[in-house]
C-alpha cells in the first residue's frame, strides 16, 4: 500500500473485545468512574430479532449496548413480489432487550430494494450507524437515539446514467463527522455530519472529469481543531476497494479559492494561508504533488508549467 494512501478502516474500528474476569486486568475495556472500574461492556447479547433478515443486517454497537437491524415484514409487502422488501429498521437496547425504535423507511426505486447496514460506518467518536438504500442514505444517531434525516449525494456537475444501476449507492464510510461514499458512474459524495438534525451534503472544490461519467474530485474538509484536510477519493470497481487519499498528513490552513473555469483540470493548485506557498494536486492520480521550494514559490501559471513537465 502507498504511504500517502489513507484506507479509512482504522478510525471505524469498534476496538478488541475485553476479556471477562473476576478481577480486572489492564488489558481490559473497563471504564473508570468516581464510584470505581465499572465491569467491561458484555461480550454478546440474548435478544432475538422477529423478521427476516439479510447477511449483515445487524450491528451491535457493544460499548452503548444498542443493536441497529434492517428486516422485512412480509405481511407489509404484496404477495406477488418475488423477493421481500428488506426496509424496516429496528434498533433495541440490548441491556433489556426492549426495542427504541420501529421505522418502515421509504421505498426507493422499488419495494424489493433493501436497505442494507453499511460495512464500515461506526467509530466511537461519532457514534453513527449508516444505512444505506440504493440511491439514498440514513444515520442513526447512537449517542442522540434518533434517526437522522435522509441524505441523497449531491454532486458538483450534472452526472448521466450509463444504465439502470447508474446511481446506486456501492460504499459508504465515515470519518470523523463526515459521511463520504460512492455512486456507480456519479462518483464520490460527501456529508457534513456535524449538525445532527440537518446533515448537509459538501460540495468538492474542484472536479476534474476523466470521461463522460468517472470524476475525479478534491474536496477540502474540516476535521475537528484548525485547519482543513484535502481529500481525494477513489473507487476501484475491479477490485471494489474505495479509498481516501489525503492530501495532508495533517490538516492545515488553507485558502480554498479557485476560479470556476480553473476547477475541471487533472493539476490544481491552491495556497497555503501561512506563507503563500503552492499545494499542488494531481486529480487523476489521486494525490498531492510534491512541490520544490523555489517552485512553490512561483505564481500559479508557472507552477503548472513545472507540474505538467515533470509529471505528466
Known sequence: ???????????????????????????????????????A???????????????????????????????????TYNTE??????????????KDCSRILRQVLPV????????????ITYNKITQIVAIKGPTSVYC????????MPRMTPKYRSTRESADAQSGQIQRLEVWENYLVGYAQDHGVFVFD??????????????????????????????????????????????????????????????????????????YIVLRAAENNQAVAFDLLAHRRVELPANIAAKNTQEVLRWVRANVE
Open 193 to 266: 455530519l456535524k449538525n445532527r438534525q440537518s446533515p448537509q451534503p459538501v460540495m468538492p472544490v474542484a472536479e476534474y472529469r476523466m470521461d463522460e461519467i468517472n470524476f475525479a474530485p478534491l474536496f477540502l474538509l474540516q476535521p475537528e481543531g484548525e485547519g482543513v484536510q484535502a481529500i481525494m477519493p477513489e473507487y476501484k470497481r475491479e477490485t471494489n476497494e474505495f479509498e481516501i487519499h489525503p492530501g495532508f498528513t495533517e490538516p492545515i490552513q488553507l485558502h480554498s479559492n479557485i476560479q470556476q473555469s480553473a476547477a475541471n483540470n487533472r
Open 81 to 94: 413480489l418475488e423477493a421481500e422488501g428488506h426496509r424496516i429498521l429496528e434498533v433495541y437496547d440490548t
Open 41 to 75: 461492556p458484555r461480550a454478546t447479547h440474548n435478544c432475538t430479532i422477529a423478521g427476516n433478515m439479510l447477511d449483515g443486517n445487524q450491528f451491535w454497537v457493544r460499548d452503548a449496548e444498542v443493536l441497529v437491524t434492517v428486516v422485512a415484514d412480509s405481511a
Open 108 to 119: 426507493d426505486i422499488s419495494p424489493d430494494f433493501a436497505y442494507y447496514i453499511a460495512e
Open 1 to 39: 500500500m502507498k504511504s500517502h494512501t489513507l484506507i479509512l478502516v482504522a478510525s471505524t474500528l469498534l476496538g478488541a473485545v475485553a476479556c471477562r474476569s473476576d478481577k480486572p486486568s489492564s488489558n481490559q475495556e473497563n471504564t473508570v468512574t468516581e464510584r470505581g472500574i465499572e465491569a
Open 140 to 147: 442513526y444517531d447512537v449517542q442522540a437515539r434518533r434517526l
